[in-house]
C-alpha cells in the first residue's frame, strides 16, 4: 500500500515570491506522482505529473515538481507566485505494480497575498 | 464539451431520504470512480469501477451504492441520508495505465443533509 504526507496543511505566502509545497510518500513499488490544484467551488485538475523519465516535470502555468527517489519526495515548486494561484494543491501517488486507484495527500491550502 | 459532468451540482435533503447523483464522461475511459471530500478538504475514494470491476473502499457504508447502466455512466445512490453525509461528492475517470491513471474529476455535487 502506499501513503502521501503533505507537511504542510497551509501555506501563506506574498505575491511575487517563491513557493515550495511538500509532498512524501512511501510505496514498496515503483510509482506514479501527481500535484492536482482545486480553485475554490471547483473540481480538482491535474497541475502535473511523474510517470518516468526526467525527475524534473513541469506545468504550463510555471509549476515545477522533482521527483526525489531517495527522499521519496515530490515537492511543487514556482519561482513567483500570483494571486490567482490561491487555491488547494494535493499530491498523490499511484503505483504501477501496485493498487492503480490514487492515493491523495490531506492538501495543502496556498494563500497568495497582495 | 464538458469531460466529465455531474448533476445535480447542489442538494438539500433531509435526513431519511434517498438521493441519486449523476455522473457522466465522454472520455472514452474505462475506469470510474467516486470521491467524498469533507469539510476540510481530506479527499476519501469510496468506489472504483474498471470494466465491471467494483472496488470498495471497506469504510463506506453499505448504505452508499454505485451503479454503473454503461461505461460512460457511474451514478451513486445514497439511502437513508445522514448528517454525516454531507460533504462534497465528486465524480472522476481515468483512462491508463500509460496516463499513470490520472484522474479527470467532474465539478462536484454538493450534498446538505438537514
Known amino acids: 500500500a502506499q501513503s502521501v504526507t503533505q507537511l504542510d496543511s497551509q501555506v501563506p505566502v506574498f505575491e511575487e515570491a517563491p513557493v515550495e509545497l511538500r509532498c512524501n510518500y512511501s510505496?514498496?513499488?515503483?510509482?506514479?506522482l501527481f500535484w492536482y490544484v482545486q480553485y475554490p467551488n471547483q473540481g480538482l485538475q491535474l497541475l502535473l505529473k511523474?510517470?518516468?523519465?526526467?525527475?524534473l516535470v513541469e506545468s504550463i502555468n510555471g509549476f515545477e515538481a522533482e521527483f526525489n527517489k531517495s527522499q521519496t519526495s515530490f515537492h511543487l515548486r514556482k519561482p513567483s507566485v500570483h494571486i490567482s494561484d490561491t487555491a488547494e494543491y494535493f499530491c498523490?501517488?499511484?503505483?504501477?505494480?501496485?493498487?492503480?486507484?490514487?492515493?491523495f495527500g490531506r492538501g495543502t491550502s496556498l494563500i497568495v497575498h497582495p | 464539451d464538458t469531460a466529465v459532468s455531474q448533476t445535480p451540482k447542489y442538494l438539500v435533503t433531509q435526513m431519511g431520504n434517498d438521493k441519486s447523483i449523476k455522473c457522466e464522461q465522454n472520455?472514452?475511459?474505462?475506469?470510474m470512480y467516486w470521491y467524498k471530500q469533507d469539510s476540510k478538504k481530506f479527499l476519501k475514494i469510496m468506489f472504483s469501477?474498471?470494466?465491471?470491476?467494483?472496488?470498495i473502499n471497506e469504510t463506506v457504508p453499505n448504505r452508499f451504492s454505485p451503479k454503473s447502466p454503461d461505461k460512460a455512466h457511474l451514478n451513486l445512490h445514497i439511502n437513508s441520508l445522514e448528517l454525516g453525509d454531507s460533504a462534497v461528492y465528486f465524480c472522476?475517470?481515468?483512462?491508463?495505465?500509460?496516463?499513470?491513471?490520472?484522474?479527470?474529476f467532474g465539478p462536484g455535487t454538493r450534498l446538505t443533509v438537514t
Open positions: 511523474y510517470l518516468s523519465g526526467s525527475t
Open positions: 472522476a475517470s481515468s483512462q491508463g495505465p500509460g496516463t499513470g491513471y490520472e484522474q479527470y
Open positions: 472520455l472514452g475511459h474505462d475506469t
Open positions: 498523490a501517488v499511484s503505483a504501477p505494480g501496485g493498487s492503480y486507484i490514487p492515493t
Open positions: 469501477y474498471n470494466n465491471k470491476e467494483l472496488i
Open positions: 510505496s514498496s513499488v515503483s510509482v506514479y
